[in-house]
């Protein structure tokens, strides 16, 4: 059974950079056919995608956020990662990562919130 | 941008029926799914490609999308069904989520 888990620091400073990583365990990362995203959710509030890359490195970004998103995949590790610089107090959220099958997102994370804060 | 519109709270007893829409421009046309979040919980998927449900999704949740709406109905809605739930499509090589419908059961 697939399991995703993110990974990373709780608490970012302001204009620091916010870098995750999700390790995905029962399955490869580097099967053809699936994406990997990342999606977040500020507290008491909707769901937002971030973006997402696939198993020939090919990425996908949200447009209000593209100039400061970089998501990255490393299949020696079946991990991949999120970097979001820049970050204001608007970007506290819980970060999902997900595997994406066609459009639709089958398996998640649990999540883990990043609070950005000095 | 691509937009999808949900209503924000709904509200049905228990053993009633309950349609949530999602809306957006020419949304029949594009593949729409739809996602259960509980507190605390990450979301699960429990409609795809519009109509079909993913295996342990009870039969009661049912799918549709024609024109611009898209429908996620819940027949015999249950107290375990209370929920926030998301309508999601794929436009223009990103993923578009609605802004949630909160589904109370009382």
């Known amino acids: 059974q697939l399991q995703l888990q993110e990974s990373g620091p709780g608490l970012v400073k302001p204009s620091e950079t916010l870098s995750l990583t999700c390790s995905v365990s029962?399955?490869?990362?580097?099967?053809?056919?699936?994406?990997w995203d990342w999606i977040r959710q500020p507290p008491g509030k909707g769901l937002e995608w971030i973006g997402s890359?696939?198993?020939?490195?090919?990425?996908y970004y949200q447009p209000s956020l593209r100039s400061r998103v970089t998501v990255s995949v490393d299949t020696s590790k079946n991990q991949f990662s999120l970097k979001l610089g820049s970050v204001t107090a608007a970007d506290t959220a819980v970060y999902y990562c997900?595997?994406?099958?066609?459009?639709?997102?089958?398996?998640w994370g649990q999540g883990t919130l990043v609070t950005v804060s000095s | 941008s691509y937009e999808v519109i949900q209503p924000p709270s709904l509200s049905v007893s228990p053993g009633q029926t309950a349609s949530i829409t999602c809306s957006g421009d020419k949304l029949g046309e594009k593949y729409a799914c739809w996602y259960q979040q509980k507190a605390g919980q990450p979301p699960v998927l429990v409609i795809y490609q519009d109509t079909k449900r993913p295996s342990g999704i009870p039969e009661r949740f049912s799918g549709s999308n024609s024109g611009n709406t898209a429908t996620l109905t819940i027949s015999g809605t249950h107290a375990m069904d209370e929920a926030d739930y998301y309508c999601?499509?794929?436009?223009?090589?990103?993923?578009?989520f609605g802004g949630g419908t909160k589904l109370t059961v009382l």
């Open positions: 029962g399955g490869s990362i580097s099967s053809s056919g699936y994406h």
């Open positions: 997900a595997r994406r099958e066609g459009v639709w997102f089958p398996s």
């Open positions: 999601q499509a794929w436009d223009s090589n990103t993923v578009v």
């Open positions: 890359i696939n198993y020939s490195g090919s990425t």
